[in-house]
């Protein structure tokens, strides 16, 4: 679930979500504000996408800022339920950053929870999502 994923770094991470797919992994994102470069690597890569932008209005000057959007998650979160560094893990990855140049520099933080009770309660709610508020890619 990222909201602004965009520039070199977003590329670079979505060219690493694809390949992880290619490999086996089951990558889903739920987007916001993603750039047409990572979708693009995205679905070229076979990660299945959704968008929480939502027009729903069909009006292109009621949406948020320069955006059409009356609806977007503006959540910035990965979780895995898998294996990492070598060890099983079910972990939520959570906070303030974007997957952008930007967020290298700016301020941001990231927390790691490392717990199953966690990451059950963000993949509940990133099926309820998935399920019922966004559209696909």
């Known amino acids: 679930m990222m909201y602004a994923w965009v520039?070199?770094?977003?590329?670079?991470?979505?060219?690493?979500?694809?390949?992880?797919?290619?490999?086996?992994?089951?990558?889903?994102?739920?987007?916001?504000?993603?750039?047409?470069?990572?979708?693009?690597?995205?679905?070229?890569?076979?990660?299945?996408?959704?968008?929480?932008?939502l027009d729903t209005d069909h009006d292109k000057e009621t949406g948020f800022d320069d955006t059409p959007w009356e609806h977007f998650t503006h959540e910035k979160w990965m979780?895995?339920?898998?294996?990492?560094?070598?060890?099983?893990?079910?972990?939520?990855?959570t906070g303030s950053e974007n997957w952008s140049d930007k967020s290298e520099v700016n301020d941001e933080v990231t927390i790691t929870i490392p717990r199953a009770r966690a990451h059950e309660a963000y993949a509940r709610h990133f099926e309820t999502l998935w399920k019922r508020h966004t559209r696909h890619l």
């Open 7 to 53: 520039g070199n770094r977003g590329q670079y991470l979505a060219s690493k979500a694809a390949q992880l797919d290619r490999q086996g992994c089951v990558v889903r994102v739920i987007l916001s504000g993603a750039g047409s470069r990572v979708k693009k690597t995205l679905r070229r890569g076979g990660v299945q996408m959704r968008s929480a932008d």
């Open 79 to 93: 979780s895995l339920n898998g294996v990492y560094a070598g060890a099983p893990m079910r972990v939520v990855w």
